[in-house]
Nanobody
Framework: QVQLVESGGGLVQAGDSLRLSCAVS????????MGWFRQAVGKEREFVTG????????AYADSVKGRFTISRDNAKNTVYLQMNSLNSEDTAVYYC???????????????WGQGTQVTISS
């Protein structure tokens, strides 16, 4: 059973940076895709970014392109989300997710973490 544990959330000011981590356990080679999603109050959960463990392919939502960077450390089984130039629109609970297959930009992930709150003060 795949388990995902996010960390690194918090309260920062607009313009600041924050790095989220997702520690992955129980993953097999089948769960090749990792994603970050977020859900703001009153809004639906949305795709932020994703990466493939094997080839390091990435995909980003237009709203974060150029500001957020996803990376993975295969040795540590950890995925990171570096967030720069944060603004109030980035305030949300951020979820780490895993899925099998090759598709990154899809809402259909199989495993989810518990989420970590990111709050940006203006």
């Amino acid at each position: 059973q795949v388990q995902l544990v996010e960390s690194g959330g918090g309260l920062v000011q607009a313009g600041d940076s924050l790095r989220l981590s997702c520690a992955v356990s129980g993953r097999t080679s089948s769960e090749n895709i990792m994603g970050w999603f977020r859900q703001a109050v009153g809004k639906e959960r949305e795709f932020v970014t994703g990466i493939s463990w094997s080839a390091g392919r990435t995909a980003y939502a237009d709203s974060v392109k150029g500001r957020f960077t996803i990376s993975r450390d295969n040795a540590k089984n950890t995925v990171y989300l570096q967030m720069n130039s944060l603004n109030s629109e980035d305030t949300a609970v951020y979820y780490c997710a895993a899925r099998s297959g090759n598709l990154i930009r899809t809402p259909n992930y199989d495993y989810w973490g518990q989420g970590t709150q990111v709050t940006i003060s203006s």
